[in-house]
């Protein structure tokens, strides 16, 4: 037995080719693509939801979650400097950016100091190391503004905290130049 062999008939020429599919815009594309993805998302959650059935679970109560930050004190910053005249102008540095700054007065009511008051605060007691600190920042202070009677006086000519703490930043500096 044969088999039949196919028809070698040629096309009809009058007949018309079908017509091409206008390509898709890219909203098309992406309405397509977010619906085949959508399909797939239903599908897995179908699916870990059947796959997760047995699994036996205690619900949480809300209560017993941390909602909020836990009070921690900020870590302590190093000395950087290695002399303890620039050690203490750097510690009151540091000291009157975090508690605060303040004019007319060693120590305000919230506890903020000024320039001489975190200065004798982190000196500990030591007169000699408040008063070369002290110098060393007047003499800081000079270089960048010139002739300044004291530095409770400079300190209290300026409204905002800006410029006296760079002196005091400033004056850590040059005290590690000099080496005190």
Known sequence: MSTPLPSLARPDPTATA????????????????NAAMTARLDEAAVAYEVNTAHI?????????????????????????????????????????????????????ADGARCMLGAIRIEAGGDRRLESDAATVLLDAIRRQVGDVDS??????????????????????GLADARGL
């Open 151 to 172: 530095v409770p006086s400079f300190n209290d000519a300026h409204g905002t905290s800006r410029v006296p703490l760079r002196m005091v930043d400033q004056a850590a």
């Open 56 to 108: 036996d679970t205690k619900p949480v109560d809300l209560a017993d979650v941390v909602t909020g930050p836990i009070d921690t004190p900020p870590a302590t910053m190093p000395d950087l400097y290695p002399t303890p005249v620039a050690a203490v102008l750097q510690r009151a540095h540091r000291r009157l950016v975090s508690g605060g700054w303040c004019t007319n007065t060693l120590v305000d």
């Open 18 to 33: 079908p017509a091409a599919a206008a390509p898709l815009s890219l909203e098309e594309r992406l309405a397509l693509a």
